[in-house]
Protein backbone atom coordinates (compact mmCIF):
# COMPACT_ATOMS: atom_id res chain seq x y z
CA UNK A 1 0.00 0.00 0.00
CA UNK A 2 2.62 2.22 0.65
CA UNK A 3 5.21 0.75 -1.59
CA UNK A 4 7.23 3.51 -3.63
CA UNK A 5 9.19 0.48 -5.55
CA UNK A 6 8.67 -3.21 -5.70
CA UNK A 7 10.39 -5.18 -2.95
CA UNK A 8 12.57 -6.87 -5.63
CA UNK A 9 13.55 -3.50 -6.58
CA UNK A 10 14.43 -2.53 -3.09
CA UNK A 11 16.10 -5.41 -2.33
CA UNK A 12 17.97 -5.32 -5.49
CA UNK A 13 19.15 -1.34 -4.02
CA UNK A 14 20.62 -3.57 -0.61
CA UNK A 15 21.75 -6.81 -2.21
CA UNK A 16 24.57 -7.43 -4.27
CA UNK A 17 25.48 -10.29 -6.39
CA UNK A 18 28.19 -11.85 -5.46
CA UNK A 19 30.73 -10.47 -8.62
CA UNK A 20 33.76 -9.01 -6.22
CA UNK A 21 34.29 -5.38 -7.60
CA UNK A 22 37.85 -4.33 -8.39
CA UNK A 23 39.47 -2.13 -6.08
CA UNK A 24 38.65 1.45 -7.13
CA UNK A 25 42.82 2.00 -6.88
CA UNK A 26 45.69 1.64 -5.03
CA UNK A 27 46.46 4.84 -2.69
CA UNK A 28 45.85 4.18 1.26
CA UNK A 29 45.03 0.64 2.02
CA UNK A 30 42.09 -0.66 4.12
CA UNK A 31 43.37 -3.56 6.21
CA UNK A 32 39.94 -5.60 6.54
CA UNK A 33 39.73 -8.00 3.69
CA UNK A 34 36.13 -7.31 2.51
CA UNK A 35 34.26 -10.39 3.91
CA UNK A 36 30.84 -9.50 1.85
CA UNK A 37 32.78 -10.56 -1.39
CA UNK A 38 31.57 -14.14 -2.16
CA UNK A 39 28.92 -14.03 0.76
CA UNK A 40 25.36 -13.91 -1.07
CA UNK A 41 23.29 -11.80 -0.36
CA UNK A 42 25.04 -8.61 0.79
CA UNK A 43 24.24 -5.30 1.02
CA UNK A 44 25.63 -3.02 -1.18
CA UNK A 45 26.08 -0.24 1.15
CA UNK A 46 27.44 -1.98 3.39
CA UNK A 47 30.01 -2.99 1.16
CA UNK A 48 30.94 0.16 0.08
CA UNK A 49 31.09 1.50 3.59
CA UNK A 50 33.66 -0.79 4.36
CA UNK A 51 35.51 0.05 1.53
CA UNK A 52 35.18 3.90 1.12
CA UNK A 53 38.93 5.45 0.52
CA UNK A 54 40.28 8.70 0.78
CA UNK A 55 43.29 7.57 -1.92
CA UNK A 56 44.47 11.12 -2.01
CA UNK A 57 44.53 11.83 1.89
CA UNK A 58 42.11 14.90 1.11
CA UNK A 59 40.46 14.30 3.91
CA UNK A 60 42.60 13.53 6.28
CA UNK A 61 43.01 15.92 9.16
CA UNK A 62 46.61 16.71 10.87
CA UNK A 63 46.37 17.18 15.41
CA UNK A 64 48.98 19.52 16.70
CA UNK A 65 49.69 16.44 18.62
CA UNK A 66 51.16 14.16 15.80
CA UNK A 67 47.79 12.27 15.69
CA UNK A 68 46.41 11.84 12.12
CA UNK A 69 42.47 11.23 11.91
CA UNK A 70 40.63 9.96 9.59
CA UNK A 71 37.15 10.35 9.31
CA UNK A 72 36.88 8.92 5.86
CA UNK A 73 38.06 5.41 5.61
CA UNK A 74 36.78 2.75 7.33
CA UNK A 75 39.72 2.25 9.43
CA UNK A 76 39.91 5.21 11.41
CA UNK A 77 38.00 6.23 14.90
CA UNK A 78 35.84 9.13 14.52
CA UNK A 79 31.94 9.39 15.23
CA UNK A 80 31.25 8.63 11.25
CA UNK A 81 32.52 5.24 12.34
CA UNK A 82 30.45 5.18 15.19
CA UNK A 83 27.56 5.85 13.24
CA UNK A 84 28.38 2.94 10.28
CA UNK A 85 28.67 0.62 12.91
CA UNK A 86 25.35 1.18 14.49
CA UNK A 87 23.80 1.22 10.92
CA UNK A 88 25.44 -2.59 10.11
CA UNK A 89 24.47 -3.36 13.80
CA UNK A 90 20.57 -3.06 12.50
CA UNK A 91 20.95 -5.18 9.68
CA UNK A 92 22.23 -8.08 11.80
CA UNK A 93 19.48 -7.32 13.93
CA UNK A 94 17.39 -7.87 11.14
CA UNK A 95 19.44 -10.33 9.03
CA UNK A 96 20.93 -12.74 12.25
CA UNK A 97 23.39 -12.99 9.31
CA UNK A 98 27.41 -13.64 11.52
CA UNK A 99 28.76 -11.52 8.54
CA UNK A 100 27.40 -8.62 9.41
CA UNK A 101 28.38 -8.92 13.51
CA UNK A 102 32.20 -9.96 12.20
CA UNK A 103 32.54 -6.91 10.15
CA UNK A 104 31.72 -4.86 13.44
CA UNK A 105 33.44 -7.28 15.95
CA UNK A 106 36.42 -6.74 13.25
CA UNK A 107 36.34 -3.30 13.13
CA UNK A 108 36.34 -3.02 17.18
CA UNK A 109 39.56 -6.05 17.31
CA UNK A 110 41.56 -4.07 14.92
CA UNK A 111 41.19 -0.31 16.69
CA UNK A 112 41.80 -2.46 19.79
CA UNK A 113 45.05 -3.75 18.99
CA UNK A 114 46.03 -0.43 17.90
CA UNK A 115 45.70 1.03 21.53
CA UNK A 116 42.17 3.13 21.44
CA UNK A 117 41.98 6.89 21.00
CA UNK A 118 41.63 9.50 22.62
CA UNK A 119 38.05 10.44 24.43
CA UNK A 120 36.25 12.80 23.37
CA UNK A 121 32.44 13.63 22.73
CA UNK A 122 32.68 12.18 18.93
CA UNK A 123 34.62 9.09 19.63
CA UNK A 124 32.32 7.92 22.24
CA UNK A 125 30.20 7.22 19.48
CA UNK A 126 31.18 3.59 18.76
CA UNK A 127 30.14 2.49 22.13
CA UNK A 128 26.81 2.27 21.34
CA UNK A 129 27.39 -0.43 19.00
CA UNK A 130 29.88 -1.97 21.04
CA UNK A 131 27.49 -2.26 24.11
CA UNK A 132 24.79 -3.81 22.04
CA UNK A 133 27.26 -6.07 20.36
CA UNK A 134 28.39 -7.19 24.13
CA UNK A 135 24.70 -7.90 25.33
CA UNK A 136 24.32 -10.37 22.42
CA UNK A 137 28.06 -11.98 22.50
CA UNK A 138 29.17 -11.16 26.10
CA UNK A 139 32.85 -11.35 24.98
CA UNK A 140 34.27 -10.31 28.45
CA UNK A 141 37.36 -8.20 26.57
CA UNK A 142 34.85 -5.20 25.65
CA UNK A 143 33.61 -4.85 29.49
CA UNK A 144 36.14 -2.30 30.63
CA UNK A 145 36.42 -0.80 27.79
CA UNK A 146 32.62 0.18 28.19
CA UNK A 147 33.36 0.69 31.84
CA UNK A 148 36.10 3.32 31.40
CA UNK A 149 34.70 5.42 28.55
CA UNK A 150 31.44 5.61 30.56
CA UNK A 151 33.33 6.67 33.39
CA UNK A 152 35.23 9.14 31.20
CA UNK A 153 31.45 10.28 30.19
CA UNK A 154 29.79 10.37 33.44
CA UNK A 155 32.60 12.14 35.13
CA UNK A 156 35.08 13.57 33.08
CA UNK A 157 34.53 14.89 29.73
CA UNK A 158 34.39 18.84 30.39
CA UNK A 159 31.21 20.27 31.49
CA UNK A 160 29.73 23.76 30.18
CA UNK A 161 28.86 26.07 33.04
CA UNK A 162 25.45 24.70 33.50
CA UNK A 163 26.66 20.93 33.54
CA UNK A 164 25.91 20.67 29.86
CA UNK A 165 28.41 17.74 28.09
CA UNK A 166 30.39 20.50 26.38
CA UNK A 167 31.18 19.71 22.38
CA UNK A 168 35.17 18.85 22.66
CA UNK A 169 36.13 16.91 19.66
CA UNK A 170 40.10 15.56 18.24
CA UNK A 171 40.20 19.11 16.95
CA UNK A 172 38.91 21.61 19.04
CA UNK A 173 37.89 22.25 22.90
CA UNK A 174 34.39 24.09 21.89
CA UNK A 175 34.78 26.01 25.28
CA UNK A 176 30.83 26.27 26.53
CA UNK A 177 29.24 24.90 23.06
CA UNK A 178 26.48 22.28 23.61
CA UNK A 179 25.64 20.47 20.12
CA UNK A 180 22.15 17.94 19.70
CA UNK A 181 23.99 15.52 18.14
CA UNK A 182 25.66 14.82 21.17
CA UNK A 183 22.56 12.61 21.92
CA UNK A 184 23.35 9.87 19.19
CA UNK A 185 27.23 10.68 20.06
CA UNK A 186 27.62 10.22 23.66
CA UNK A 187 24.01 10.32 25.33
CA UNK A 188 22.77 7.39 23.50
CA UNK A 189 25.74 5.19 24.39
CA UNK A 190 25.57 5.99 28.10
CA UNK A 191 22.07 5.26 28.67
CA UNK A 192 22.79 1.88 26.90
CA UNK A 193 25.64 1.04 28.40
CA UNK A 194 24.16 2.18 31.80
CA UNK A 195 21.47 -0.16 31.57
CA UNK A 196 23.42 -2.85 30.41
CA UNK A 197 25.89 -2.32 33.82
CA UNK A 198 23.06 -1.57 35.95
CA UNK A 199 24.45 1.80 36.44
CA UNK A 200 21.12 3.36 37.16
CA UNK A 201 22.80 7.01 37.51
CA UNK A 202 23.85 7.09 34.56
CA UNK A 203 20.51 6.84 33.15
CA UNK A 204 19.26 8.81 35.16
CA UNK A 205 21.41 11.75 34.44
CA UNK A 206 20.73 10.94 30.44
CA UNK A 207 17.37 10.37 29.90
CA UNK A 208 16.23 13.36 31.06
CA UNK A 209 17.96 15.08 28.72
CA UNK A 210 16.90 13.04 26.14
CA UNK A 211 13.36 13.64 26.74
CA UNK A 212 13.97 17.47 27.50
CA UNK A 213 15.92 17.63 23.96
CA UNK A 214 13.04 16.10 22.17
CA UNK A 215 9.91 17.41 23.69
CA UNK A 216 10.72 21.37 23.10
CA UNK A 217 7.81 23.10 22.94
CA UNK A 218 6.27 25.34 19.90
CA UNK A 219 7.54 28.55 21.60
CA UNK A 220 10.71 27.41 23.24
CA UNK A 221 13.54 29.48 22.52
CA UNK A 222 15.74 27.13 21.44
CA UNK A 223 13.47 25.34 18.79
CA UNK A 224 12.45 28.88 17.69
CA UNK A 225 16.55 29.72 17.25
CA UNK A 226 17.10 26.48 15.58
CA UNK A 227 13.58 26.84 13.02
CA UNK A 228 15.44 30.70 12.12
CA UNK A 229 18.46 29.22 11.19
CA UNK A 230 16.67 26.23 9.02
CA UNK A 231 15.12 28.37 7.13
CA UNK A 232 17.87 31.42 6.94
CA UNK A 233 20.08 29.63 4.84
CA UNK A 234 20.31 28.09 1.35
CA UNK A 235 22.69 25.39 1.13
CA UNK A 236 23.09 22.17 -1.03
CA UNK A 237 20.70 19.11 -0.82
CA UNK A 238 22.95 16.82 1.40
CA UNK A 239 21.45 13.31 0.99
CA UNK A 240 22.85 12.21 4.07
CA UNK A 241 20.97 14.03 6.15
CA UNK A 242 17.58 13.12 3.82
CA UNK A 243 18.15 9.50 5.20
CA UNK A 244 18.34 10.40 8.73
CA UNK A 245 15.07 11.75 8.67
CA UNK A 246 13.24 9.58 6.21
CA UNK A 247 14.74 6.66 8.88
CA UNK A 248 13.91 8.96 11.60
CA UNK A 249 10.28 9.69 10.55
CA UNK A 250 9.30 5.93 9.30
CA UNK A 251 10.41 4.71 12.65
CA UNK A 252 8.62 6.78 14.70
CA UNK A 253 5.28 6.43 12.67
CA UNK A 254 5.76 2.43 13.58
CA UNK A 255 6.60 2.91 16.63
CA UNK A 256 3.43 5.41 17.13
CA UNK A 257 5.28 7.74 18.67
CA UNK A 258 3.54 10.13 15.83
CA UNK A 259 0.49 9.79 13.38
CA UNK A 260 0.42 7.73 10.82
CA UNK A 261 0.16 11.32 8.72
CA UNK A 262 3.69 11.84 8.71
CA UNK A 263 4.50 8.41 6.94
CA UNK A 264 3.67 10.09 3.36
CA UNK A 265 6.96 12.64 4.29
CA UNK A 266 9.07 9.58 5.25
CA UNK A 267 8.20 7.81 2.31
CA UNK A 268 9.05 11.13 0.13
CA UNK A 269 12.68 10.93 1.54
CA UNK A 270 13.03 7.12 1.27
CA UNK A 271 12.61 7.96 -2.24
CA UNK A 272 15.08 10.43 -2.41
CA UNK A 273 17.52 8.05 -0.85
CA UNK A 274 16.74 5.60 -3.09
CA UNK A 275 17.48 8.02 -6.16
CA UNK A 276 20.71 9.00 -4.81
CA UNK A 277 22.40 5.54 -4.11
CA UNK A 278 23.78 4.41 -7.05
CA UNK A 279 24.98 1.23 -8.66
CA UNK A 280 27.72 0.18 -6.21
CA UNK A 281 25.68 1.38 -3.47
CA UNK A 282 27.28 4.50 -2.88
CA UNK A 283 24.92 7.22 -1.17
CA UNK A 284 25.58 10.26 -3.20
CA UNK A 285 25.35 13.79 -2.21
CA UNK A 286 26.42 13.56 1.35
CA UNK A 287 28.43 15.84 3.12
CA UNK A 288 31.99 15.12 4.42
CA UNK A 289 30.36 15.79 8.15
CA UNK A 290 30.19 18.94 9.95
CA UNK A 291 33.06 20.06 11.23
CA UNK A 292 32.74 23.31 13.72
CA UNK A 293 32.09 26.58 11.36
CA UNK A 294 31.98 29.85 12.39
CA UNK A 295 29.90 31.58 9.49
CA UNK A 296 27.30 30.11 7.10
CA UNK A 297 29.68 29.92 4.60
CA UNK A 298 31.60 27.15 5.81
CA UNK A 299 28.75 24.82 6.00
CA UNK A 300 27.89 25.53 2.19
CA UNK A 301 31.57 24.59 1.29
CA UNK A 302 31.72 21.49 2.77
CA UNK A 303 32.66 19.09 0.27
CA UNK A 304 30.21 16.00 -1.13
CA UNK A 305 32.63 12.91 -0.93
CA UNK A 306 31.49 9.17 0.36
CA UNK A 307 31.45 8.39 4.06
CA UNK A 308 30.89 5.73 5.92
CA UNK A 309 28.57 7.52 8.34
CA UNK A 310 26.37 8.60 5.51
CA UNK A 311 26.65 4.83 4.40
CA UNK A 312 25.11 3.62 7.21
CA UNK A 313 22.44 6.46 7.64
CA UNK A 314 21.48 5.08 3.81
CA UNK A 315 20.65 1.83 5.03
CA UNK A 316 18.83 2.51 8.31
CA UNK A 317 16.82 4.21 6.48
CA UNK A 318 16.27 1.47 3.97
CA UNK A 319 15.90 -0.83 6.49
CA UNK A 320 13.25 0.70 8.67
CA UNK A 321 11.54 1.21 4.54
CA UNK A 322 12.10 -2.67 4.61
CA UNK A 323 9.81 -3.30 7.82
CA UNK A 324 6.77 -1.74 5.83
CA UNK A 325 6.92 -4.71 3.53
CA UNK A 326 6.76 -7.62 6.89
C1 LIG B 1 36.58 -10.74 22.06
O1 LIG B 1 37.03 -9.48 21.64
C2 LIG B 1 38.43 -9.36 21.44
C3 LIG B 1 38.76 -7.90 21.20
O2 LIG B 1 38.06 -7.38 20.13
C4 LIG B 1 38.84 -10.29 20.32
O3 LIG B 1 40.23 -10.21 20.11
C5 LIG B 1 38.42 -11.70 20.65
O4 LIG B 1 38.70 -12.54 19.55
C6 LIG B 1 36.96 -11.78 21.00
N1 LIG B 1 36.63 -13.09 21.50
C7 LIG B 1 35.72 -13.86 20.93
C8 LIG B 1 35.47 -15.17 21.60
O5 LIG B 1 35.12 -13.53 19.95
C1 LIG C 1 22.62 15.95 -5.94
O1 LIG C 1 21.88 17.08 -5.65
C2 LIG C 1 21.61 17.89 -6.77
C3 LIG C 1 20.92 19.12 -6.27
O2 LIG C 1 21.64 19.72 -5.25
C4 LIG C 1 20.74 17.16 -7.74
O3 LIG C 1 20.53 17.92 -8.88
C5 LIG C 1 21.41 15.87 -8.13
O4 LIG C 1 20.52 15.10 -8.87
C6 LIG C 1 21.85 15.09 -6.91
N1 LIG C 1 22.70 14.03 -7.36
C7 LIG C 1 22.47 12.81 -7.06
C8 LIG C 1 23.44 11.82 -7.57
O5 LIG C 1 21.53 12.50 -6.38
Known sequence: MFCLVSLQELLS???????????????????????????????RPINNLINIRDDTGEFLVH?????????????????????????IWKIYEMTGKELYLKIIEDWFAERFMEGGTSKNINTMAPFLTLAYVYERTRNQTYLPWLDAWAEWAMYDL???????????????????????????MTVMPLAKIGKLLGRDDWCTMVIPEILELLELDVNDPVRCHLCETLEA?????????????????????????IGAEYRDVGLRAVQSVLRDVDEQGELRNTSYGTPMGHDLQFYKDIPITSMP???AMAIMALAEYLRTYL
Request: aromatic letters at 14%; one cysteine or more; charged letters at 15%.
Open 309 to 311: YGQ
Open 63 to 87: LKNGQTIQAKCWNGWEWTHGVGLYG
Open 158 to 184: PRTNYGGMQHITYVDENEQELWDDTLM
Open 233 to 257: QYSYLEASATAGFAYGILKAVRRRY
Open 13 to 43: TLFLSPTPSPPRNNGIRIHIETPLHGNPPCY
